[in-house]
């Protein structure tokens, strides 16, 4: 193959063997220069190159030109041979076959040695001679910490840059439409991103193209966009420019960028890829047994959720097939029904999911949302934290482990997934930082500000507990941060305020009416009391929670409300590596305000009373000022140690990804034994399942439908609770044919609507419950049987229905005699028949 010193063997490696002495050493300053088809103005182009780097030796010191030949047709190769003959710091690499100016370019860049290196079209459109004003901006020693810049850019949209020879008008026009359409989708506030010369650090442009992958023109945004993310500043110098005739550049390329870069957006990296790859595969290990036998098995730490869940997703997608309110529902808590919205039904993904409902029934809807919701929010984690905190994927990775597979997310993930599947927190968080930078004053601002409210009323409609616990969080981590770097909040607040108006202005139309419904609406309620006891122990801190790797059952079960509630339970190797890590990275006012946001929400998570472990001593807790103010006095405030998880996730990241570097090795080994041992007790272990039990066949078969009219309910007995729903079941896995009264739901009670759980208690449901859990077969008297008669009333009912259960022989007994006659055994139940008076 023809071609000079250092020539590529066409396999898109470069090969610097047989080079000159002094090439492979490191250099000053690389020029690469890639050339398709350019015989006629190679030879000139490196011509001048080389006189100005010679004419200034102390400035430019060591250098290397690099011609990158992509495959021409023509005589380029020859040239650039003859002129690295006449200079031997000029060198030749060429390419079998006509790839792109990406490609060209890479391999230039990685064959590079230079601490800086500039990137220069053939033409030379920007004169050689403004390598000063870019060289300016670059530290002597190319770290660009001390000037501000990592990348010093020719650009020919600034006030002060400098057009000799201008395009047509046309082609300008296609040009500036194309850069705007470019800032636009991939790399905002840069205003010339294709000006084809740039100088870069060496070694940070070595890696940029190294984790390049497109070929094309888009090259030059895909470069940039690597710059960006990683935190390596950009600055944008006025260059002069002349249009060349004979440019390989045509409006239509810029065309041909925008399709790379939307190809690039939408294409993962192989280990983003892998880390998705392991969080989906970790969420169906953590729910195979649920996945196993969807028909029967039922998750044995859920309590009646499942069934609650399940019921939630049905009666939706019943309410959206039949064009009916998706906000309220008459299906339970007969007669007066139920406030959708004043629940967690989690309309923004019930209702998108009505198809898949509809199909394949909720059962599938409540394990894919639990297992793909997993996943999804671990993703969003990792992309956050590989985003914002960390650019190593292993370090991320692992902090987004933590935040989405944390204890108190595995506990809520038997019952409550409004509680798991938070990916849109991360999202959330990342708009609000972005409105706290304060780049770009106008429409990017804007932008910002209307996107944060979309996503803030998406987010409501997932759940609106877990957005009240991720502001307290972020507000928090605010003034925390505010007190670590007080400089950077007051440069922070202006921006911050002006946008969180614009994003409010967004949100509350689109959710002015659903929240009206649920505080204002039929079966709403002003607040859900939990009692002054719900905060967390202090132990539960340092305990493992009952599914963790090391867990204990027993242990955590004594420190929890219930195993749906076990919302601290980090462990005490986790707790003792924070501190740790606080201690070694305590400078960062990052860290600083990640330790005052864990500290702060655990002290709230304590409740309105602390009680000082194996003493009896009780303080008063922080929530105490909060415990009755709207909006909190619903919330249990266990729950506010969520806040820890991604907290923790990111002092984990920032260590992980500073032990990856560690040296002696030693330390780095240290490092690592250190982080298995502060999390692998805390591994989630498989959900466990239970078989739930049989729909009776009076209801699969459709018998009901004879004893049931329209208007009537049929009436479950015991009638379903939050102590016990498979009534829901019933309902939800035969498509909504009947209603029932009582049920599991929030809702009001009494002249003040407090919330309680379940439909108001009447005498008939407390008799039935009591001796369902009790046993004891009351008096039933002429009293009874004209109560049950007026509560069989209230709730229209048509039919009594006993399902085979624990103590079914004695409330066969009770309702037999508070409906004076025996029961027919119909389809497996037993069935009464009540007349059609009303």
């Known amino acids: 193959m023809p071609g000079g010193p250092g020539v590529s063997d066409g396999t898109g490696v470069p090969d610097r063997t047989g080079a000159p002495d002094g090439i492979g050493t490191a250099a000053d300053l690389t020029v690469v220069v890639p050339a398709y088809n350019e015989e006629h103005r190679l030879r000139p182009t490196l011509d001048a190159i080389c006189a100005h780097l010679r004419a200034d030796p102390e400035r430019w010191g060591d250098w290397e030109l690099i011609v990158v030949d992509d495959g021409s047709t023509d005589g380029t190769t020859a040239v650039a041979s003859r002129a690295a003959a006449d200079e031997p710091r000029v060198h030749v690499l060429t390419s079998e076959e006509n790839r792109g100016k990406g490609h060209a370019l890479r391999l230039g860049v990685l064959a590079s040695y230079g601490r800086r290196v500039l990137v220069t079209d053939a033409d030379l459109a920007t004169p050689i001679a403004e390598l000063d004003a870019l060289d300016a901006l670059l530290a002597d ?271 809520h993930g038997t019952a409550h997934p409004n509680f798991l599947v938070l990916f849109m927190i991360p999202v959330i968080i990342d708009r609000a930082l972005s409105l706290c930078e304060g780049r770009g004053e106008g429409r990017r601002a804007v932008r910002d500000a209307v996107l944060l409210g979309l996503f803030a009323a998406y987010q409501i409609f997932l759940g609106e507990e877990p957005l009240l616990l991720a502001a307290m969080g972020m507000l928090i981590f605010a003034l925390s941060y505010a007190l670590a770097g007080p400089d950077v909040a007051r440069a922070a607040l202006r921006p911050l305020l002006r946008g969180l108006g614009i994003a409010l202005a967004v949100c509350l139309p689109l959710v002015a009416f659903p929240l009206y419904w649920q505080f204002f609406g039929p079966q709403s309620y002003h607040s859900v009391l939990h009692g002054d006891n719900a905060g967390n122990s202090p132990l539960s801190f340092l305990e493992f929670s009952g599914r963790a790797l090391f867990g204990d059952e027993a242990r955590a079960d004594a420190l929890a409300m219930n195993r749906t509630e076990q919302n601290a339970f980090y462990g005490w190797p986790l707790t003792a590596l924070a501190f740790a890590i606080v201690v070694w990275l305590g400078r960062s006012p990052l860290v600083k305000a990640l330790t005052g946001t864990v500290i702060v929400a655990a002290l709230l998570s304590l409740g309105q009373k602390i009680r000082i472990p194996f003493t009896d001593v009780v303080l008063p807790g922080p929530w105490r000022a909060l415990a009755h103010q709207p909006l909190f006095e619903s919330v249990i405030e266990s729950r506010v140690a969520m806040i820890c998880a991604p907290a923790l996730g990111v002092l984990i990241a920032l260590a992980a990804a500073r032990i990856k570097d560690l040296e002696p090795p030693a330390h780095r080994t240290v490092g690592l034994i250190a982080l298995v041992a502060a999390l692998l007790p805390i591994l989630p272990t498989p959900q466990p399942v239970r078989e739930r039990a049989e729909v009776p066949r009076f209801i699969t078969d459709g018998m009901y439908r004879d004893y049931v009219a329209e208007g009537e309910s049929v009436v479950p007995v015991p009638l379903p609770s939050p102590i016990e729903a498979d009534a829901l079941h019933w309902q939800s896995a035969t498509g909504f044919g009947f209603s029932v009264p009582g049920g599991y739901f929030n809702g009001p009670w009494g002249p003040d609507r407090t919330g309680i759980y379940g439909a108001p208690p009447r005498y008939t449901s407390n008799l039935l419950s009591d001796v369902r859990y009790g046993g004891r077969i009351p008096d039933i008297g002429s009293r009874w049987r004209a109560q049950a008669k007026l509560d069989l009333e209230f709730w229209k009912a048509g039919v009594v229905v006993l399902a085979p259960q624990d103590n079914d022989e004695a409330l066969y007994e009770v309702v037999a005699k508070l409906l004076g006659r025996p029961g027919e055994r119909l389809g497996g139940a037993w069935v009464w028949d009540l007349p059609r008076t009303r």
Request: glycine share 8%.
């Open 141 to 411: 020693d190319g770290d660009p910490y001390e000037t501000g810049t990592a990348a010093a850019i020719g650009s020919r949209a600034l006030p002060d840059s400098r057009i000799d020879v201008h395009q047509r008008p046309l082609r300008e026009r296609l040009g500036r439409l194309g850069n705007r359409l470019i800032r636009l989708v991939a790399v905002r506030g840069i205003r010339d991103t294709q000006c084809g010369f740039k100088l870069f650090d060496g070694d940070k442009a070595r890696a940029a193209f190294a984790a390049s992958r497109l070929d094309g023109w888009g090259i030059d945004v895909e470069i940039l966009r690597h710059f960006r993310r990683a935190g390596w500043p950009v600055t944008e110098v006025p260059v002069r420019w002349s249009h060349q005739t004979g440019s390989k550049v045509r409006p239509a390329d810029y065309g041909r960028v925008l399709l790379e870069l939307l190809r690039l957006r939408t294409r993962a990296r192989p280990v983003d890829l892998a880390v998705a790859g392991l969080f989906l595969l970790f969420s169906v290990l953590l729910y195979k047994g649920l996945w196993a036998d969807l028909d029967r098995a039922y998750l044995a730490d859920s309590m009646q959720d499942q069934n609650q869940w399940e019921w939630f997703f049905g009666v939706t997608a019943d309410n959206v097939a039949h064009l009916r309110n998706p906000l309220f529902t008459t299906f339970q808590g007969r007669p007066d029904g139920v406030n959708l919205m004043a629940n967690t039904v989690m309309l923004g993904l019930s209702v998108p999911l009505t198809p898949l409902t509809l199909l394949f029934g909720p059962t599938v809807t409540w394990a894919l949302v639990l297992t793909l919701g997993l996943t999804v929010t671990a993703v969003a984690w990792y992309w956050l934290f590989l985003r914002r905190v960390t650019r190593v994927p292993s370090a991320a990775a692992l902090g987004a482990a933590l935040a989405a597979f944390a204890p108190p997310m595995m506990s």
